[in-house]
T-cell receptor
Framework: KAGVTQTPRYLIKTRGQQVTLSCSPI?????VSWYQQTPGQGLQFLFE???????NKGNFPGRFSGRQFSNSRSEMNVSTLELGDSALYLCASSQAELIYSYEQYFGPGTRLTVT | DQQVKQNSPSLSVQEGRISILNCDYT??????FLWYKKYPAEGPTFLISISSIKDKNEDGRFTVFLNKSAKHLSLHIVPSQPGDSAVYFCAAGKKSSGDKLTFGTGTRLAVRP
């Protein structure tokens, strides 16, 4: 079974631009969560989608948004990029049905650099 | 407010010795704790977990200890191997309510041959 895939792996953008990151979960997994990893903050939870609905949300500004498609693939969008958005963005999938699951499988991440 | 803290950003241990990674939390509502391991250019992988009804869980060379009164958990790796060199994240959540995981900032472990 293929693991979680994320595209692109690396991205360089300038301040003010917007960016879209993509995540394909493990086949059969319907829950997709997004995290931001920075050196000083560890992994910060962004949001979780299940069956095309946002089910959990972290404490990030509205510039960060996401969606999930009927095939469980998910995208994350960041608008009006700031230098502080430079980070590794990780996607994780799980089979969670009723509630958010801690048994998550992570993708390799997308390294975003904002200049 | 960092609810899960890993106060040691790095740790260096000789191969064959014990590695002890520590984690403190502030939210007494957390009832489930996990450790993840992360290699460069890869996503974190689940290592071991423990529920708040237990104080110890063991899986091969890895043991997690939970001290609820001190709000402290630790990961012991015995014996340490060079392949264990990675960043280790502890995480905590309220599984009973289906709440999201809160991660620590990570500890980089280097196991010297």
């Amino acid at each position: 079974k293929a693991g979680v895939t994320q595209t692109p792996r690396y991205l360089i953008k300038t301040r003010g631009q917007q960016v879209t990151l993509s995540c394909s979960p493990i086949s059969g997994h319907r829950s997709v969560s997004w995290y931001q990893q920075t050196p000083g903050q560890g992994l910060q939870f962004l949001f979780e989608y299940f069956s095309e609905t946002q089910r959990n949300k972290g404490n990030f500004p509205g510039r960060f948004s996401g969606r999930q498609f009927s095939n469980s693939r998910s995208e994350m969008n960041v608008s009006t990029l700031e230098l502080g958005d430079s980070a590794l963005y990780l996607c994780a999938s799980s089979q969670a049905e009723l509630i958010y699951s801690y048994e998550q499988y992570f993708g390799p991440g997308t390294r975003l650099t904002v200049t | 407010d960092q609810q899960v803290k890993q106060n040691s950003p790095s740790l260096s241990v000789q191969e064959g010795r014990i590695s002890i990674l520590n984690c403190d939390y502030t939210n007494s509502m957390f009832d489930y704790f996990l450790w993840y391991k992360k290699y460069p250019a890869e996503g974190p992988t689940f290592l071991i977990s423990i529920s708040s009804i237990k104080d110890k869980n063991e899986d091969g060379r890895f043991t997690v200890f939970l001290n609820k009164s001190a709000k402290h958990l630790s990961l012991h790796i015995v014996p340490s191997q060079p392949g264990d060199s990675a960043v280790y994240f502890c995480a905590a959540g309220k599984k009973s309510s289906g709440d999201k995981l809160t991660f620590g900032t990570g500890t980089r472990l280097a196991v010297r041959p």
